[in-house]
Protein backbone atom coordinates (compact mmCIF):
# COMPACT_ATOMS: atom_id res chain seq x y z
CA UNK A 1 0.00 0.00 0.00
CA UNK A 2 1.17 3.16 -1.61
CA UNK A 3 1.38 5.92 1.62
CA UNK A 4 2.26 9.70 0.85
CA UNK A 5 3.14 12.37 3.04
CA UNK A 6 3.26 16.46 1.91
CA UNK A 7 4.92 19.03 3.76
CA UNK A 8 6.67 22.40 3.06
CA UNK A 9 3.31 24.29 2.60
CA UNK A 10 2.99 27.68 4.43
CA UNK A 11 1.82 31.56 3.59
CA UNK A 12 3.95 33.64 1.52
CA UNK A 13 4.07 36.81 -0.34
CA UNK A 14 3.03 36.88 -4.06
CA UNK A 15 6.72 36.89 -5.61
CA UNK A 16 7.61 34.37 -3.02
CA UNK A 17 8.79 30.66 -3.31
CA UNK A 18 7.78 27.60 -1.85
CA UNK A 19 9.10 23.87 -2.39
CA UNK A 20 6.75 21.07 -1.54
CA UNK A 21 7.94 17.52 -0.42
CA UNK A 22 6.18 14.58 -0.69
CA UNK A 23 7.20 11.17 1.06
CA UNK A 24 6.62 8.32 -0.45
CA UNK A 25 6.07 4.52 1.20
CA UNK A 26 4.89 1.02 0.82
CA UNK A 27 6.63 0.62 -2.91
CA UNK A 28 10.44 -0.29 -3.37
CA UNK A 29 10.45 -2.29 -6.67
CA UNK A 30 7.47 -0.33 -8.46
CA UNK A 31 7.72 2.18 -10.55
CA UNK A 32 4.63 5.08 -10.53
CA UNK A 33 3.36 7.87 -11.92
CA UNK A 34 3.50 10.84 -9.85
CA UNK A 35 1.91 13.86 -9.43
CA UNK A 36 0.68 16.93 -7.66
CA UNK A 37 -2.58 18.64 -7.82
CA UNK A 38 -4.12 21.56 -5.91
CA UNK A 39 -7.72 22.56 -5.14
CA UNK A 40 -8.75 26.24 -4.45
CA UNK A 41 -11.71 27.07 -2.26
CA UNK A 42 -14.78 26.88 -4.27
CA UNK A 43 -13.13 24.83 -7.16
CA UNK A 44 -12.44 21.90 -8.96
CA UNK A 45 -9.13 20.22 -7.93
CA UNK A 46 -6.84 20.71 -10.83
CA UNK A 47 -3.75 18.44 -11.97
CA UNK A 48 -0.37 20.78 -11.63
CA UNK A 49 2.30 18.51 -12.37
CA UNK A 50 3.33 14.82 -12.91
CA UNK A 51 6.86 12.79 -13.12
CA UNK A 52 7.44 9.21 -14.17
CA UNK A 53 9.62 8.01 -11.52
CA UNK A 54 11.05 5.24 -13.94
CA UNK A 55 12.00 7.69 -16.34
CA UNK A 56 10.80 11.10 -18.51
CA UNK A 57 10.38 14.05 -19.25
CA UNK A 58 7.89 15.38 -16.60
CA UNK A 59 4.21 17.10 -17.81
CA UNK A 60 2.83 20.19 -16.50
CA UNK A 61 -0.62 21.73 -16.72
CA UNK A 62 -0.42 25.12 -18.86
CA UNK A 63 -0.98 27.27 -16.00
CA UNK A 64 2.25 26.37 -14.13
CA UNK A 65 4.81 25.91 -16.67
CA UNK A 66 8.00 28.22 -16.58
CA UNK A 67 6.98 28.68 -12.91
CA UNK A 68 6.82 25.31 -10.69
CA UNK A 69 9.58 22.51 -11.61
CA UNK A 70 8.49 19.03 -10.04
CA UNK A 71 11.25 16.68 -9.73
CA UNK A 72 12.06 13.33 -7.40
CA UNK A 73 15.04 11.82 -4.80
CA UNK A 74 14.18 8.53 -6.02
CA UNK A 75 16.77 7.02 -3.03
CA UNK A 76 14.63 9.38 0.18
CA UNK A 77 11.21 8.36 -1.78
CA UNK A 78 10.54 11.80 -2.31
CA UNK A 79 9.04 14.09 -5.03
CA UNK A 80 8.95 17.83 -4.73
CA UNK A 81 7.35 20.70 -6.15
CA UNK A 82 9.16 23.63 -6.65
CA UNK A 83 6.68 26.67 -7.15
CA UNK A 84 8.29 30.32 -7.72
CA UNK A 85 7.21 34.09 -8.80
CA UNK A 86 3.47 32.76 -6.27
CA UNK A 87 0.64 34.48 -7.17
CA UNK A 88 -2.72 34.69 -5.06
CA UNK A 89 -3.89 32.45 -7.82
CA UNK A 90 -2.15 29.94 -6.50
CA UNK A 91 -3.46 29.84 -3.25
CA UNK A 92 -4.74 26.19 -2.67
CA UNK A 93 -4.34 23.20 -1.21
CA UNK A 94 -1.56 21.08 -2.86
CA UNK A 95 -1.98 16.69 -2.45
CA UNK A 96 0.45 14.57 -3.71
CA UNK A 97 -0.61 11.21 -6.04
CA UNK A 98 0.21 8.28 -7.66
CA UNK A 99 -0.69 5.63 -9.92
CA UNK A 100 1.19 2.14 -10.91
CA UNK A 101 2.81 2.17 -13.93
CA UNK A 102 2.93 -1.75 -14.74
CA UNK A 103 5.05 -3.22 -17.19
CA UNK A 104 8.18 -1.85 -19.48
CA UNK A 105 8.39 1.83 -20.06
CA UNK A 106 6.90 3.59 -22.64
CA UNK A 107 6.87 7.24 -23.38
CA UNK A 108 3.49 9.07 -22.34
CA UNK A 109 2.91 6.22 -19.95
CA UNK A 110 2.14 8.88 -17.14
CA UNK A 111 0.31 11.79 -18.26
CA UNK A 112 -1.77 14.69 -16.53
CA UNK A 113 -5.07 12.43 -17.27
CA UNK A 114 -3.96 9.48 -15.27
CA UNK A 115 -6.10 8.08 -12.76
CA UNK A 116 -4.38 8.60 -9.53
CA UNK A 117 -5.58 5.72 -6.79
CA UNK A 118 -2.77 6.82 -4.18
CA UNK A 119 -3.60 10.50 -2.07
CA UNK A 120 -1.71 12.32 0.55
CA UNK A 121 -3.86 14.11 3.10
CA UNK A 122 -2.51 17.82 1.54
CA UNK A 123 -0.82 20.94 2.58
CA UNK A 124 -1.73 24.17 2.74
CA UNK A 125 -0.21 27.35 0.13
CA UNK A 126 -1.42 30.71 0.94
CA UNK A 127 0.38 33.40 -1.36
CA UNK A 128 -0.65 36.76 0.43
CA UNK A 129 -1.24 39.76 -2.51
Known amino acids: QVQLQESGGGSVQAGGSLRLSCAASGYTTSTYCMGWFRQAPGKEREVVAVLDNGGGAPVYADSVKGQFTISQDNPKNTLYLQMNRLKPEDTAMYYC??????????????????????WGQGTQVTVSS
Open 97 to 118: AAYWLPGRWVPGRCHLGGRFDY
